[in-house]
């Protein structure tokens, strides 16, 4: 694709409490993101990473501010042309997984083709390849109850990916796994970022995760305090 995979320009979040408390979780954050970028995202808590990740998977809006997704503004789509972009344009991997436990490996990575209304043999071969690409090419038929926490993490990695998203958001991708399984994890998205040019976005508290990106942003009070790569793929940006 060309232009930016993700723009925000000034953009705002903030939330409405009980007895007329608002919390502005962003301040103005305005952010690029090309295609094939390895960014993380870091930052204490309460400074808007989670806010931002939302935000930028379409599982929110912005309060102020714009917001490009795939050069489409999400103020400018209803809820269900919103659904649409974010399952062609994201992929999501958690900290928790989130596979369903009682189907297979194969039947987890195909739900995000099963909401896009694509055929059930092509879904299956779409999802065996994916599995193929993570290493699990040997574990299609196990229930994540059958699977390490490695293997389940992957199989979630399979699941963002088989939608062929332009970019992949990982909250926290190896906080539920140990040393080796969490190296892995990462060496895989390293691997699937620049052999397949999707955009890896990461969300983390681990600096020793965060210092294996190109580019690190840090949050802080809502604002972005620090970007280190900026001018960097501001000038990738031009020379293309």
């Not at 974010?86 to 195909?110: D, E, K």
Request: aromatic residues 2%.
């Amino acid at each position: 694709m060309t232009g930016p995979a993700v723009e925000a320009v000034d953009v705002t979040r903030s939330y409405e409490l009980e007895g007329g408390i608002t919390v502005d979780a962003l301040r103005g954050v305005s952010l690029r993101i090309d295609p094939g970028e390895y960014l993380a995202i870091i930052g204490p808590s309460g400074s808007g990473k989670s806010t931002l990740m939302h935000l930028l998977g379409c599982l929110d809006r912005p309060t102020t501010g714009q917001l490009l997704i795939a050069g489409r503004d999400v103020a400018t789509l209803d809820d269900s042309e919103l659904a649409e972009l974010r399952n062609r344009t994201i992929g999501f991997v958690f900290q928790s997984f989130q596979l369903l436990p009682r189907i297979t490996a194969t039947a987890n990575v195909t739900m995000p083709l099963v909401y896009r209304g694509t055929p059930r043999a092509e879904r299956i071969e779409r999802a065996h390849a994916a599995l193929e690409s993570v290493g699990l090419g040997h574990r299609l038929d196990h229930r994540p109850t059958q699977l390490s926490g490695g293997e389940q993490q992957r199989v979630a990695i399979a699941r963002a990916l088989v939608s062929e998203p332009t970019v992949l958001l990982a909250d926290e991708p190896t906080g539920n796994l140990d040393t080796k399984s969490g190296t892995d994890v990462m060496t895989l998205l390293e691997r699937l970022n620049s052999e397949q040019g999707v955009a890896v976005v990461l969300v983390t508290h681990d600096h020793e995760v965060a210092d294996r990106a190109r580019r690190r942003i840090h949050l802080r009070d809502g604002l972005i305090e620090s970007d280190d790569g900026a001018a960097v793929a501001s000038n990738a940006s031009n020379a293309s």
